[in-house]
């Protein structure tokens, strides 16, 4: 699908990889609309001086009533809803159990709240703005949906919540492909590997970012603007669906 034209809603569109998809998306001639929690009217005033189509939206993608107005507002603002980018994705990391060394006993357990939160947002949030994307996309017979997994979907240490999110997200990829696939829909995910932005930055400790750097085989993180790149793969080549493209530099968890 060409992206001149079209019109693209890119959730947790604010900051890092999301924003990177935006202007990306907008200088490629796209209509865009950001829906985010946080920063989305600062984000689409920016790209707008810069003479860029977009939109800001408050969205939490948790929230059934807010995903269906992202996407109903892309088609009131711009008469379609071509791309949808599920991109909108929090870390809340911690081990499963913690032991006591001395005692041998239990001392720590994982909370309800911390999984649920990362599956609220990272998982059921694609549920519900994937569906609504793709209900709109079904009445208009086209439309490509991107989703965010991630290498953390084999099994990352310390990410109980976020690895099987990101493993359901790779899932659903799957799924979709092959549901929607009679409606003129594509579906595909991407796993980036580690890359630049506030999420890895400000959330993961420093030390092991800099393990993670040692185990990349290209030797450094990614940058939100290479995501975005493919992204545009992804969209622009009709005979990508059903999978999930690795972007990592080569890192495999
Ligand atoms: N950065 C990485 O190394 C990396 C690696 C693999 C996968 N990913 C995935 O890529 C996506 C983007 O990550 P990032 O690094 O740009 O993160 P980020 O934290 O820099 O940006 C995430 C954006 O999502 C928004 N957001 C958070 N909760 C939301 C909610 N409930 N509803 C709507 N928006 C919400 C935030 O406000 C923010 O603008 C995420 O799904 C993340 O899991 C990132």
């Known amino acids: 699908m060409e992206i001149k034209g079209k019109v693209?809603?890119?959730?947790?569109g604010a900051r890092g990889i999301g924003r990177a998809i935006?202007?990306?998306?907008?200088?490629?001639?796209a209509k865009c609309v950001i829906?985010?929690?946080?920063?989305?009217?600062?984000?689409a005033a920016e790209l707008r001086s810069q003479g860029l189509e977009v939109i800001g939206v408050h969205c939490d993608v948790s929230n059934e009533d807010d995903a269906h107005n992202l996407m109903d507002r892309a088609v009131q603002e711009y008469g379609s809803l071509d791309i949808?980018?599920?991109?909108?994705?929090?870390?809340?990391d911690g081990l499963l159990i913690k032991v006591d060394k001395a005692t041998g006993k239990v001392a720590h357990k994982m909370p309800l709240s911390q999984w649920q939160s990362v599956i609220d947002v990272n998982l059921t949030g694609v549920f519900l703005t994937g569906r609504e994307a793709a209900a709109i996309m079904a009445e208009q017979g086209h439309g490509v949906i991107v989703m965010m997994s991630s290498i953390a979907r084999t099994g990352n240490f310390g990410q109980s919540n976020y690895s099987a999110a990101k493993a359901g997200v790779a899932s659903l990829a799957m799924v979709w492909a092959k549901e929607l696939s009679r409606y003129g829909i594509r579906v595909a995910a991407i796993a980036p590997g580690f890359i630049e932005?506030?999420?890895?930055?400000?959330?993961?400790?420093?030390e092991a970012l800099e393990m993670?750097?040692?185990?990349?085989?290209?030797?450094?993180?990614?940058?939100?603007?290479?995501?975005?790149?493919?992204?545009q793969y992804i969209v622009e080549c009709d005979l990508v669906?059903?999978?999930?493209?690795?972007?990592?530099g080569g890192m495999h968890l």
């Open 35 to 43: 829906g985010d929690v946080a920063g989305f009217e600062e984000a």
């Open 84 to 92: 949808a980018v599920l991109n909108a994705g929090i870390l809340r």
């Open 8 to 12: 693209a809603v890119v959730t947790g």
């Open 22 to 29: 935006v202007e990306r998306f907008a200088k490629a001639g």
């Open 212 to 231: 993670f750097k040692k185990q990349i085989p290209i030797h450094r993180l990614g940058r939100p603007d290479e995501i975005a790149q493919t992204a």
């Open 241 to 248: 669906d059903a999978t999930v493209v690795e972007a990592s």
């Open 197 to 206: 932005t506030p999420m890895v930055m400000k959330d993961m400790k420093p």
